[in-house]
């Protein structure tokens, strides 16, 4: 890996058995992610951006193939290795949020920490000043069921923000939001790609998305065809 | 570690109303086995405290009675026994559970006269002990109380009348007993030539052993035993109330220990996409077991907790175990008993929990995270 490279995936493939038949969901992905990059992948329903970004995150395992997350290769590693990974270089956007129910929104973002055992002062300032710089230090302690869908959304990269990990994959973090708060979203990640040097990873189906990226991957059928460039 | 254990306080709270009913079940199955265990216990210490409350180091009985008292042997034994080196007394008795003034199931003992203060520690409450082979009767402090009897009043044994001349006080469960003169024992219940038991003391106490051996020697046919003893020797009596007991808290056990399994089944089917969040945070298969046993040992705890508790204030209300009509003992609380009962709550739990975090450790967050 290169110097400034963060994560590298080299002939990444992932085919599912169904039945007798093996059907593929990716196809030889190679890609290669810099320190600081804010990479969009688009592609229309089914293209395999979500086992894309499962096998980027070390949530699932390739059929061939391998991924480097800062000269580790995570497709060689054991599963207690892998969860240390997911802890530390890694934090998770879903489409859903994905927040745990009646926790309160400081907790939901406390949680990657305590399996970073980072000590209770400094995980609860850590989570303060996360969620004030997505804008929610007004909803501390509200529970998910108390915000709105784009506040939900916040606290999610608040969350995966909590271990400062060389990178944030996103799986259609926009997905469920209207414009607006799509918009807000966009711009929040945009704000955090420049201030923190945060590394982004953002799959979507929506075309419009890309403008934000420095890095536009296009994916159809499992093979990324096309890239371009917009900084 | 206690960050984990405060997730898992915290995911009990937020199935209060689930977990409050496995916390019950929990309870439940505690007071059953500290109940039961109890109750066998207490009435093995009573039968053990009742054999050495009757007095003798060495009890002599049919083999294969039900309960020593209830068997017959040979009257003419003791004559055999007083030629045995070291043996000071030897007292044939008779017990019989008879009818006494229309109230049944009342235990009724022959002794001899001579034999009452050789074998029993007592103080008079009224009147005199009995002291001549006439047929007159003293009784139990206890008994008395409850017939109202008193010096000068007679009872009626098996359609027997007799005087009351005494009232006796033991502190022990004789004091619920009528005693009478062993002949007349033996006249009233057809029993001529036999005994109940037979009771012995020694000269020596270090040559106990010698004289049970020697006695086992003479009578190979009886069930001899030294008093300390007899309360083991009570096979299969003991041993079948023991078991049904047992066998009672074991299904109780059982059936919690699959409740839990269940509980906690549901919980992982639907708290798999929880699991899988948490995994794809970065728990550690370690991390989800730890936080999953650590709730149903909570569970555990607090169950344990619960039954012991309630149980307790079951005991202090008095729990009695009704021995006849008019006499009743208390089950004794026995301190390890609850502890048993506590850790129990825990082990099943816990163990019961084994599977299901095993199923939870293998949840697949890109599986569960799928679909949103």
Redesign the interface.
Known sequence: MGRREILKAQDLSKSYRMGKTDVPALNKVNLEVEKGDFIVIQGPSGSGKTTLLNLLGALDHPTSGEVWIEDANITRQKERSLSQIRCRKIGFVFQFYNLIPKMSALDNVQLPMIFAKTSKKLRREKAENLLKAVGLEHRLQHNPSELSAGEQQRVAVARALANDPAIVLMDEPTGNLDEENTQNIMRLLERLNKEMKQTFILTTHNVALTKYANKVHFLHDGTLTKSSKNA | ML??LA?AL?NIR?RAMRNSLTVAGLAVFVMIFVLITSFTLTVQSEVSKSLSDLGGEITLWSQGALLPFFGEIPENYTTRIEQIAYVENVSPQIARICSVDSQDLRLVFGLNPSDISVFYTYTMVEGTMINTNESKAVLGYLFADFLKKHPDDSITIDGHVMPVIGVFKTDTWMDNVVMIPFAVAQNNFSLSGRASIIMVTVTDPSQIDFVVSEIRNEFPNVSVSKSQEAASRLAPLMGSISVVSYTFSTIAGIACFFGITNVMLTGIIERS??IG???????????VTRMMLYESASLGAAGGLLGCSVSIALFLQGMLIPITSASVIAIQIFPEVFIYGFTLSIVISTVAALYPVWRAVRV???EV??F?
Do not use: Y
Request: glycine residues 16%; aromatic residues 0%; proline residues 4%.
């Open positions: 960050e984990i997730m915290q937020r996409k929880e969040i948490l995994k794809a945070l970065g728990a550690s298969g370690g991390d697949r967050p890109h995270l799928k949103g």
